[in-house]
T-cell receptor
């Protein structure tokens, strides 16, 4: 696609429910990133993939959070047993290649999650 | 771990004037990249400008330029001839340039909200 696509754009869920957020990166992009952004804060790194391999998951806050990218394209971020503190925008990003760190990262428009 | 600090939560500027947004960072690495991202009310994240740490020359993109002071670990953004469309949150970000053992993640500051007054 033309840009990084995320769905759903808005999700309201009850505390204790599981949610799955989907990211479709720009076609051909090797690297995929997940960030979380609370209101009034900068994006906070969660995890990233090169192809299907999860390279760094150091930013996942606890074991209720997991992510996968089984075929090296679309990725899903899953939050189990949601809590109110999980409410935030979850933003996906992708880049063409990962080596060197200087590649432009393109961000999606984010998925707003509200846990009530 | 690297950190990025934006000490100005809010700034304002008159249309057509110039404004400078501050950013400092902390790192023990010598090779890295620095970025400024713009987040308008639509909540998109738009890359404004980037700087490679090994380059002494400050990056410029039309009305946007940076003042990169590597020794001081300072990376400020100057917006010239400010326009109403420049109103947004601006985030400074750091990324390691290491190809082996380095992290791919962007580390962001907390942002500066820029208001442009007509």
């Amino acid at each position: 696609g033309a840009g990084v696509s995320q769905s759903p754009r808005y999700k309201v869920t009850k505390r204790g429910q599981d949610v799955a957020l989907r990211c479709d990166p720009i076609s051909g992009h090797v690297s995929l990133y997940w960030y979380r952004q609370a209101l009034g804060q900068g994006p906070e790194f969660l995890t990233y993939f090169n192809y299907e391999a999860q390279q760094d998951k150091s930013g996942l806050p606890n074991d209720r959070f997991s992510a996968e990218r089984p075929e090296g394209s679309i990725s899903t971020l899953t939050i189990q047993r949601t809590e109110q503190r999980d409410s935030a925008m979850y933003r996906c990003a992708s880049s063409y290649r990962s080596a060197g760190g200087g590649n432009t990262i393109y961000f999606g428009e984010g998925s707003w999650l509200t846990v009530v | 771990a690297q950190t990025v600090t934006q000490s100005q939560p809010e700034m304002s500027v008159q249309e057509a004037e110039t404004v400078t947004l501050s950013c400092t960072y902390d790192t023990s690495e010598s090779d890295y990249y620095l970025f400024w991202y713009k987040q308008p009310p639509s909540r998109q994240m738009i890359l404004v400008i980037r700087q490679e740490a090994y380059k002494q020359q400050n990056a410029t993109e039309n009305r946007f330029s940076v003042n990169f002071q590597k020794a001081a670990k300072s990376f400020s953004l100057k917006i010239s001839d400010s326009q109403l469309g420049d109103a947004a949150m601006y985030f400074c970000a750091y990324r390691s340039a290491r190809t082996q053992g380095g992290s791919e993640k962007l580390v962001f500051g907390k942002g500066t909200k820029l208001t442009v007054n007509p």
